[in-house]
């Protein structure tokens, strides 16, 4: 039964924000990117069309919002005293995420934002920032801790475990496995951190 909004508390601002993206979420796990609409964002959201497409004038920008709400929190991640853990546990979260609806979205948004390069390049720039800022805090800490020098890390090497668990993801199917994770960070990501820079003496 489909409840007119109009007869329901009316909702403003960050109340009525958050119940459209957890609406959009909600049918990115039951119907999929393909089949997500604003109208039907709007009914599941108890909410006017009027007031969603003011907030999100296309699908595309209402999703993307949706992404970054899933995602683990970049400023935040998991803090377990060792540079190994913290990279292997930030990487599950990271799967974890893209094996559900966050996953389910992104694929969809690259698709639709093909035929817009603009759009395409806007999306992986927010996508390799989100790593990038994660990956700078456990390295902050790493150097805190004595595990690695600051004089290690560099935009490039923070940039490689993300880019190898977008790789996966994206051509080796959606899910990434333990194994995967593990290889990543002991065979790639630590070594590199860990290791001097060209150059280096001390």
Known sequence: MITDHRSLPRRRGPVLEEAILEAAITELTEVGYANLTMERVAIRARASKASVYSRWPTRMELVMDAFYQLMPDPASPPDTGTLRDDLITTFQQTARSLA????????????????????TAEMRRHSHQLGRQTMEEIARRAVERGEISADAVTPARLEVGPAMLRYHFLFQGSHVSEADIIAIVDEVVVPVLMAQRPGDTG
């Open 100 to 119: 559900g609806p966050a996953g389910e979205a992104i694929r969809g948004l690259l698709t639709d934002g093909l035929p817009d390069a603009g759009r």
